[in-house]
């Protein structure tokens, strides 16, 4: 436990180093998300609500998914391809803790840091919005708990589709086709009651939905309690699914792996 | 070697080496017809819900998405390749290999990566035009298309000069990748509308970074025939930043290192 927290510590450490950087990052996903907004005020010029979303509801919804995108989204898959193509896998193997576990402290360290940075400037506009946001209810709880779930999930999900990288020398084709799929079926562009019938019911059983917007609308009040009890049950089990998932395919892909490039 | 001759052996190069990873190809080629395919997909659950946005209608909007589209994938066949790979080239001191070549760095390394097959993406867009065209009466100002193309090239231009402005600061700063992410997130945005803006945001997006026009104004030609204010903008700021683009070049390459070659 100590390396992880130590790793914890380092990442932490050097995204400080790289300031810019990092502040560059948040606004990578706040551009797109602030002319989705100037897109949607104009089209809410002309009725008073879409798909069950008023004007502010559907502009705290995509302020909740600026929030919580750079947490959720699958990006642990980068670290692991990339270990795995250049060799520096090997490395890591040979030290005395588990490559998961430390992907996981890096996972941690980094969703930490994004929550920070996103916050200083969410957080404000959001309480100025709709301060109903920060009392304490049964569905800021629920949410805080399908938030760390969805964490898992994501975490569970990316790195099994890093370790494809076992297979396959180069990933970075399947790796833009994820960036493009997940933030649409995750629900970062449209909430989810945009979307037509059959493509709804598809989502809802898939887990990209548990990853994003499902802890969005929780958070936002807008699932009553005991769909979100069902959500929570829902993404339990899509985290044992992911968990089984990615310890298959780190066993297989380790007995593959040939240290290529080390 | 004549320009002509050695961008003509780069795209050779280019071509050879891009089949050798077909796979690959067609698998980028299939993600940009569903990244349209999801465009499409979107406008039309918004449209299914509201009649008009900042008056575009559907069909307007869809075609704005072909024209953001076909301007981006302009860019990404002949200069995005190259220009992505700067950083790394300047960061393991891989760039002595343009300073040492009897042509020009900046354009050397601009046109590295040209990928022409990266056209055929255009294939999809144009067949929906085409159907919009056919199927929903949109109606075009096709005699205008020599005088769009022109002004297209121009929004290219632009995403040209943001591009290589953000990497070449790589000679200066180690990380470069979260800013050449911002510019093309930012540039990414040309398919809304220019009447969506006011304010701020209004000044922001023609004229501090003309987002707003790298798409809409050759769409409004299309659509309408005019627009020529836009057009001279467009045009005004895409001179401006190849020359600033140019300077920054010259003046920041001095500081490469070759630190790690």
């Known amino acids: 436990m100590k390396a992880e927290i130590q790793t ?3 990442v932490i450490r050097e995204t400080a180093i790289y300031r810019s950087n990092t502040v560059a990052s948040f606004l990578v996903i706040l551009v797109p998300i602030l002319f989705l907004l100037v897109f949607w005020n104009s089209a809410f010029d002309t009725v008073e609500s879409i798909g069950g979303y ?15 995108q750079d947490v959720l989204l699958i990006r642990v898959n980068y670290e692991i391809s990339g270990d795995v193509r250049s060799g520096r896998l090997s490395s890591y193997l040979l030290r005395p803790f588990g490559y998961i576990r430390h992907c996981f402290s890096v996972f941690m360290a980094v969703s930490s840091n994004a929550l920070l940075y996103t916050g200083f400037i969410v957080i404000p506009i959001l309480a100025l919005m709709s301060p109903e946001f920060f009392r304490l209810t049964p569905a800021l709880c629920i949410g805080a708990l399908s938030l760390l779930l969805a964490s898992l999930i994501s975490f569970c999900f990316g790195s099994c589709f890093g370790c494809i990288s076992f297979w396959f020398e180069d990933i970075s084709s399947l790796q833009t086709g994820l960036g493009i799929f997940v933030p649409i079926l995750s629900g970062a562009f449209l909430p989810m009651s945009f979307f037509p019938g059959w493509l709804k019911g598809l989502l809802e059983v898939l887990p990209f939905r548990y ?4 802890p969005v609308e929780v958070l936002s009040g807008r ?3 005991f769909a979100s009890l069902n959500g929570l049950i829902i993404q339990v089990f899509w985290v044992i699914v992911g968990a089984i998932l990615l310890m298959f395919t780190w066993s297989k892909g380790k007995r593959v792996y040939t240290a290529y490039g080390s | 070697m ?3 001759k050695a961008i003509s052996r780069l795209i050779n190069l280019s071509v050879r080496q891009t089949f050798e990873h077909r796979s690959n190809l067609y698998l980028n080629l299939t993600l940009q017809v569903i990244n349209y395919g999801f465009l499409i997909l979107f406008i039309e659950i918004i449209f ?3 009649n008009t946005v900042a008056g575009w209608s559907v069909d ?4 704005l998405g072909v024209v953001s589209q076909s301007s981006a994938v302009l860019y990404s066949v002949f200069f995005s390749g190259g220009i992505s790979r700067l950083q790394e080239s300047v960061r393991t001191g891989g760039f002595d290999y343009f300073l040492l070549k009897p042509l020009d760095a900046q354009v050397h ?3 590295s990566r040209i990928n022409p097959l990266g056209l055929i993406a255009l294939i999809g867009p144009l067949i929906w035009v085409a159907f919009l065209v056919s199927q929903r009466n949109l109606h075009l100002s096709l005699p205008l298309i020599p005088v769009v193309f022109f002004i297209l090239c121009l929004g290219v231009v632009i995403r040209y000069s943001f591009g290589l402005g953000t990497a070449v600061l790589s000679f200066l700063l180690t990380k470069v990748s979260a800013l050449q992410s911002l510019q093309s997130a930012l540039l990414n945005q040309s398919h809304f509308p220019i009447s969506m803006y006011s304010g701020w945001m209004r000044t922001f997006a023609i004229y501090m970074v003309p987002v707003a026009l790298i798409a809409n104004s050759p769409t409004l030609i299309l659509l309408e025939g005019g627009t020529g204010y836009y057009s001279i903008i467009l045009l005004l700021y895409s001179v401006l930043s190849v020359v600033f683009t140019r300077y920054l070049y010259t003046t920041l390459v001095k500081k490469y290192t070759s630190a790690s070659s």
Do not use: G, H, P
């Not at chain 1, 990853?211 to 499902?214: G, N, P």
């Open chain 2, 48 to 50: 299914s819900r509201v």
């Open chain 2, 2 to 4: 004549s320009y002509r």
């Open chain 2, 109 to 111: 390394c601009s046109v």
């Open chain 1, 211 to 214: 990853s994003l917007s499902f």
């Open chain 2, 60 to 63: 307007e909007m869809q075609l």
């Open chain 1, 8 to 10: 914890f510590k380092n």
């Open chain 1, 54 to 68: 008023s004007r502010n509801q559907l502009f705290a919804y995509y302020l909740l998914v600026v929030f919580l």
């Open chain 1, 223 to 225: 699932i009553d309690t």
